[in-house]
C-alpha cells in the first residue's frame, strides 16, 4: 500500500548539482515528517537531511550549508537539492516517511534507494 520511489540520482562532477525527488503514495503525506539518509560503500546509513509536518529542517553537519531539504505537500513530493557536491557524497539516498505517533502500522516507510555518484 505504502510507496516511496526516488528519482533524480546519476553521475555528476565534483562542484555540480543534482535535485532528488521521492514520491510518496498510501500515506496522508501531510502529517508525515520526511527524511533524506544515504549509505556510501563500506558506511553506514546517516541522517543527510530531515523536514518536519510544519516545514522545520535539519541537516548533518557534512551537508550543511550545500543541501536543501523541501516538501511540496500537494504533489506528497520530498526533495533534496545537493549542490557543490563532492566525492564523498557519493552514496545510495534514501527517503524515510516517520508514522506518526497516534497511527498503527510500521513507524518507517523507506525508499528504493537512488544510486548518486560523485566522481571526475
Known amino acids: 500500500q505504502v510507496q516511496l520511489v526516488e528519482s533524480g540520482g546519476g553521475l555528476v562532477q565534483p562542484g555540480g548539482s543534482l535535485r532528488l525527488s521521492c514520491v510518496a503514495s498510501?500515506?496522508?503525506?501531510?502529517?508525515?515528517?520526511m527524511d533524506w539518509y544515504r549509505q556510501g560503500p563500506g558506511k553506514e546509513r546517516e541522517l543527510v537531511a530531515g523536514?518536519?509536518?510544519?516545514?522545520?529542517?535539519n541537516y548533518g553537519d557534512s551537508v550543511q550549508g550545500r543541501f536543501t531539504i523541501s516538501r511540496d505537500n500537494a504533489k506528497n513530493t520530498v526533495y533534496l537539492q545537493m549542490n557543490s557536491l563532492k566525492p564523498e557524497d557519493t552514496a545510495v539516498y534514501y527517503c524515510?516517511?516517520?508514522?506518526?505517533?497516534?497511527?498503527?502500522?510500521?513507524?518507517?516507510?523507506w525508499g528504493q534507494g537512488a544510486q548518486v555518484t560523485v566522481s571526475s
Open positions: 524515510n516517511a516517520e508514522t506518526p505517533a497516534l497511527l498503527a502500522g510500521p513507524r518507517n516507510h
Open positions: 498510501g500515506i496522508d503525506f501531510r502529517f508525515y515528517s
Open positions: 523536514i518536519t509536518s510544519d516545514g522545520r529542517t
